[in-house]
């Protein structure tokens, strides 16, 4: 990290998060800003806005605020205390595994709801097409005439 401070904005850009979601993500201790400038504005470091792209991610499969918090508190610990316990250690892994074998589950359970979604809107494509020679024309680009 070299040390550079974001304001809000530019954090917000990047994460495409909202201000009003990142204070809430603040407000509920789920990130915190590195620091405040003179004027008391919010400054982020690349490491919070890692932070942030997490919660971001876990949010659309739906993950709860206590969840997000818990999976960063083990990220947290298991990233900054080297000489953990081999036993304490073993136990944050398996909490983040515990949320990686989730999060494959949830992300399976939303491809079959896409494949269903798809099925659904081609066969509003097809019932049109037959229906409809007009969009027939529509959805497969202009008719030739020869």
Do not use: C, N, W
């Amino acid at each position: 990290m070299d040390g550079k401070h974001m304001q809000i904005g530019e954090v917000a850009a990047r994460t495409e998060l909202s201000l009003r979601t990142i204070r809430h993500y603040e407000e509920t201790g789920l990130v915190t800003p590195s620091a405040r400038s003179q004027g008391g504005f919010r400054l982020y470091t690349e490491v919070d806005v890692a932070r942030l792209m997490v919660i971001r991610r876990m949010k659309p499969l739906g993950f709860t605020l206590d969840e997000m918090r818990d999976l960063l508190e083990a990220t947290d610990r298991l990233d900054a205390d080297d000489d953990l316990e081999a036993a304490e250690r073993q136990a944050l892994l398996d909490r983040v595994r515990g949320y990686e074998q989730a999060a494959s589950r949830k992300v399976e359970e939303l491809r079959v709801q896409l494949e269903r979604v798809e099925d659904f809107a081609a066969t509003l494509r097809i019932r049109l097409e037959a229906a409809d020679p007009e969009s027939r024309r529509s959805l497969t680009g202009p008719a030739t005439h020869t």
